[in-house]
């Protein structure tokens, strides 16, 4: 499978039979290097909450595609009342190639914050085999330590600080979660989750993936 990142917390996942984008904040993403225009063909997008720079351009690519909405059920009815396919699930759920796991923080729908936004979560997403979790936003969380068992391959986790975690409790996360190797995201993107390159480093036995917005990266199950 290919994974790409496309800045802040959006990333594209491509397997034989899936096509995903995960939180697409394509447009107005400082760091995004394509266009939603060059999306043709997308299985599903994963939202994992409300927020503007997670909801980006969802509405529009699954209008053009058809792809599936795949979110929590708070913010699934605001999907669906737009006509567009959603798979609505909740904290905990499997289904299919999809698992839904808590993440602590809001999920104000600021488009339209008068109407129900749903919470927050984060998804684990197995694709031809390769098991990759999604923090979305979150603090660091004891729920990662359930993580584990999971046998987590990549791990994209927030290291912005201010409304996620930060660089140190990324790094305790991954401790947690004990991926194969984490790829720091949402930072960068905002003069509030500004980080330094030269601050991004972890002790020698966690394997960390910087990858540069627009960077691919291939990974097979060993
Ligand atoms: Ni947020
Ligand atoms: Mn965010």
Redesign the pocket.
């Known amino acids: 499978m290919i994974l790409r990142f496309l800045g802040h917390s959006a990333f594209y996942l491509e397997g034989e039979a899936l096509k995903i984008l995960i939180d697409p904040f394509l447009t107005g993403n400082p760091l995004c290097p394509v266009k939603p225009e060059e999306f043709f063909t997308l299985t599903h997008i994963l939202v994992t909450?409300a927020?503007n720079?997670?909801v980006g351009d969802t509405v529009m690519l699954a209008k053009r595609t058809g792809a599936t909405i795949v979110c929590e059920a708070g913010l699934a009815d605001y999907f669906e009342e737009q006509g567009l396919s959603v798979l609505s699930m909740n904290i905990g759920g499997r289904v299919g190639p999809f698992h839904m796991v808590t993440a602590v923080?809001?999920?104000t729908l600021q488009s339209n914050p008068t109407r129900d936004g749903g919470i927050?979560c984060g998804f684990v997403v197995t694709i031809d085999g390769v098991k990759i979790y999604h923090a979305?936003?979150t603090a660091l969380t004891m729920d990662m330590l359930l993580l584990k068992e999971e046998h987590i391959d990549i791990a994209l986790l927030p290291v912005g600080g201010r409304?996620?975690m930060d660089w140190s409790d990324a790094l305790k996360a991954v401790r947690f979660i004990e991926p194969s190797f984490f790829v720091p995201m949402h930072y960068n993107t905002s003069i509030h989750i500004g980080l330094d390159k030269k601050n991004m480093v972890a002790p020698r036995d966690i394997r960390t993936k910087i990858l540069a917005p627009g960077e691919t990266l291939e990974y097979r199950t060993k």
Do not use: E, I, R
Request: aromatic share 8%; hydrophobic share 10%; proline share 0%.
């Open positions: 909450h927020h720079d997670h923080h809001g999920s927050a979305g936003d409304y996620t």
